[in-house]
């Protein structure tokens, strides 16, 4: 699926559907500093626990989720964000349908 369309107004929430029982994700702008991926997830559905390189914003678009940050749990409703530190294990995990921008500046 190719990035978003630039110099548009876009509704960031309806660029991905929802599947059952699935995972999905749509970049919407990357560039050498850093990228913005939008993310669907179904109930139940979780990434595992694993580090990055940079840290990354995550801002909840719909839904529910469960994060945990280094064994630390945290539940996000829409509109709530939270930095996923750099090299800090961390995971998701869906407690209801949700929706995700996920955004890292590679610096």
Known sequence: ??????AEI???ADLAAYQE???V????STAEGGN???FAFDQG???SEHTAPFDALLHLLEGEVEVRISG???QLKAGEAIILP????HAVKAQKKFKMLLTMIHV
Do not use: C, D, N, Y
């Open 86 to 89: 750099a090299g800090q294990p």
């Open 25 to 28: 994700s749509r970049q919407i």
């Open 1 to 6: 699926m190719p990035a978003a369309p630039k």
């Open 10 to 12: 876009l509704k960031i």
């Open 72 to 74: 630390k749990a945290f």
């Open 21 to 23: 029982g699935a995972i």
């Open 45 to 47: 559905q979780e990434l």
């Open 36 to 38: 913005v991926t939008l």
